[in-house]
Structures are given as C-alpha cells and as structure tokens.
C-alpha cells in the first residue's frame, strides 16, 4: 500500500513539472560513474603531452598502460572493463547455478575466509592491498565460523 502511495505522488510530481526526470537519471549516472572510478585501483592522471593515462588489469601482463586524448574516455575504458568483469562473472554465477555475489562481496569472503583459517596478516594485507591489517579486519573480515564451530 505505502508502495503504491509513493509510486502515486512521485508520478504526480513528474508530471506537474516539480522535478525533471532526466535530471534524476542523470545525476544517479553521475553518481554511479564516480562511485566505480573511485574503486579504481590505478590512478587516472594528465601526462606532459595532454593525453590522460591509467593502467588496467591485465591477465598476462598483470596491468596495461592505456592513453586516451580526453578524461572522460579514459574515463569510459575503466567503466567498461569494470562492467564487463561484472557482467562476466554474473554469466558465470548463472551457469553454475550460485546466487550472484558482486566482486565488492566475493573480496569480502575471501578475506573472511583467509581469516578464519589463521593466514598470517601481512599476507592478507598484501593480496588485499591494504597497508594494515585493521583495514581489513574493519571493512572485509567477518567471523564465519558458527557459534559451535567457535
């Protein structure tokens, strides 16, 4: 009911003018753009001869220089690689009949995992990237293992 109440008056809204939709989905695009870039593990940055660079993973070579003439397709190289991961790995999921899991959550178990089986922390933090670990404990460890286990 309340649902239905909320789809009502947003309805009402867009069509009184009160507020551009377009606007809206631009703004979330926005928004979603800056949240992936910031995931973005190489920096993005303005060479001396105004091209933009950044490095991308590579299977083989473990990352590739790219150089683009504007930031926003240097921009669009790091976006598409990472929806395209995304993507491959859902089709994967899929396949083999597991629930989908995001990268951001299949990072989280693998440290949850490494964890639980006593990984020394300076080799988490390592394959985690991060420079301690309270990083990760803070944000990607979680205990899981059940109280009988315990």
Excluded at 3 to 15: A, E, G, P, R
Excluded at 35 to 55: A, M, N, Q, R, V
Excluded at 73 to 82: L, M, N, P, Y
Aim: hydrophobic share 30%; net charge positive; glycine share 4%.
């Amino acid at each position: 009911m309340q649902y239905k109440q909320n789809l009502d008056i947003l309805q009402f809204i867009i069509d009184n003018g009160m507020i551009n939709i377009n606007d809206v989905q631009n703004s979330m695009e926005i928004m979603k753009r800056e949240e992936l870039l910031k995931k973005h593990p190489y920096k993005i940055w303005k060479g001396k001869d105004d091209k933009w660079y950044t490095y991308l993973p590579d299977k083989v070579k473990g990352r590739i220089l790219k150089k683009r003439t504007t930031k926003k397709s240097i921009e669009d190289e790091v976006r598409i690689k990472t929806y395209s991961f995304r993507k491959r790995l859902y089709s994967i999921c899929d396949k083999t009949g597991i629930a989908r899991k995001s990268p951001h959550k299949i990072r989280k178990t693998y440290a949850s995992i490494l964890r639980d089986n006593q990984v020394s922390e300076k080799f988490i933090t390592d394959l985690m990237g991060h420079t301690d670990i309270q990083c990760t404990n803070q944000f990607y460890a979680h205990n899981r293992k059940t109280n009988e286990k315990k």
